[in-house]
């Protein structure tokens, strides 16, 4: 079976849909798929080209024997709407000029959306190459854009909307993140055929036994103090405010302490925030590549995982919760809905504040660091889960046999 996997997002770049559709494509590859990625320039989140792809329009390269085709991509730090669409926009235009000429006859596409526009691409090079398209829908856009406030402008929320509808009725498949995006799009176009695809982990990298982490000493934390960890983007959805404001509440209690590891664009206004406040407990660190995360979260004691108390997060299962519970790390959850029921209520991985929530989120850290014979019992229980249900190779067998079961099916036909 020979794939394509169209996405704006792909290592070396860090984060999660990078990770994510990295590890499925090396799994797929080994499986017996003769993967293709279709992909720009790397940039994210620094919003920046990376030295060795500046100033390139095409570039071909091949890692982990994967045949990588990178396309020119407009990147812009501001974060203005327009400029935001051009970079979008930009690598939907290239792309699918690359895709047309550089791409050889396959049987499928995986598209990656968001971005939403990509799937223009997709759908074109799919009709020109004769490929069947699936739609990979990591986030329900634009709805997302529209409950985050991040675009208000109705006719071109009407309009994304009505481009997302059409690219759900011209996939061959469809598969979601989340069983709330697989639930949502299922319910609006019933005679789709639709997996759930959900992130997870490498056991083989975030291997508890085999980490001997010196990260604490090194970043000169003591063994006394009680180390609560965000990893991950800065960016709106998180709400990370949260997590400064209960920092405020718990000043007086010396060891604790909050590091926030990453970047994105809510990262300046936080560490700006942080000063307005004058906390000496919270502390900031860039990105880091994957394989250096490991050594990070076994330093920790705790991962706080918030998101803003939005309807529409009660479908999302933030990705790093699979690298924390990998290594025994239980987690502070500030997401209702399906990850609470998955991990909290379920798994037993941790225990969950409410979204946005300062005081609810400071009263849970005191609980945990007066009780932390349970974070051992509680990292235990998420190691078992995960394990049992979300490791990257049972996920890219169940899509391979889905795939497998379904690309020759007779196509269905929406209007």
């Known amino acids: 079976m020979k794939i394509v996997i169209l996405s704006q997002y792909f290592p070396p770049e860090v984060g999660a849909p990078q990770n994510r559709l990295f590890e499925l494509a090396v799994r797929l590859q080994k499986m017996g798929a003769e993967i293709t990625v279709l992909t720009a320039m790397p940039n994210y989140p620094q919003m920046q080209v990376l030295p060795a792809y500046k100033s390139k329009v095409y570039l071909h390269e091949k890692i982990e024997n994967l045949a990588i085709h990178r396309a020119w991509i407009f990147v812009s730090k501001s974060k203005s709407i327009p400029l935001r669409l051009l970079n979008y926009f930009s690598f939907v235009f290239s792309s699918f000029w690359i895709g047309l000429f550089k791409l ?18 997709a759908y074109l090079l799919s009709r020109l190459k004769g490929s069947k398209m699936l739609f990979n829908v990591s986030d329900l856009w634009p709805e997302s854009a529209d409950k985050l406030g991040l675009v208000t402008n109705r006719t071109f929320l009407k309009s994304a909307t009505l481009l997302e509808e059409f690219l759900y009725r011209k996939s061959f498949l469809i598969s979601g993140q989340t069983q709330g995006i697989v639930k949502n799009i299922q319910h609006r176009f019933p005679s789709k055929t639709i997996t759930w695809l959900p992130n997870g982990v490498d056991l083989s990298l975030y291997n508890f036994e085999n980490n001997t982490s010196n990260w604490r000493t090194q970043n000169q934390f003591l063994e006394s103090d009680f180390i609560m960890l965000y990893a991950g983007i800065i960016g709106h959805a998180q709400g990370l405010e949260v997590i400064l404001k209960a920092a405020k509440l718990l000043q007086s209690t010396k060891q604790l302490k909050f590091i926030l590891l990453g970047s994105g664009p809510e990262k300046e206004k936080l560490e700006a925030m942080a000063n307005e406040l004058h906390l000496s407990n919270v502390f ?131 209007h």
Not at 107 to 121: K, M, Y
Not at 362 to 391: D, P, R, S
């Open 104 to 121: 050889k006859k396959h049987d499928l596409l995986l598209c990656e959306s968001p971005p939403l526009f990509l799937g223009i691409t």
């Open 284 to 414: 900031f660190y860039p990105a880091i590549v994957k394989s250096e995360m490991p050594a990070v979260v076994s330093a920790i004691d705790i991962s706080i995982i918030p998101l803003k108390k939005l309807d529409l997060f009660k479908g999302a299962i933030p990705s790093k919760i699979f690298e924390n519970l990998a290594m025994k790390k239980p987690i502070l959850l500030g997401v209702e809905g399906e990850a609470k029921e998955l991990f909290i209520d379920e798994g037993k991985c941790g225990w969950a504040f409410e979204p946005e929530n300062e005081n609810d989120l400071a009263q849970k850290i005191t609980y945990c660091l007066e009780n932390k014979n349970q974070l051992l019992e509680f990292g235990n229980n998420g190691y078992i889960y995960v394990k049992e249900k979300f490791t990257r190779d049972k996920i890219a067998a169940n899509f391979w046999a889905f795939l497998n079961e379904n690309l020759h099916a007779k196509p269905t036909v929406t």
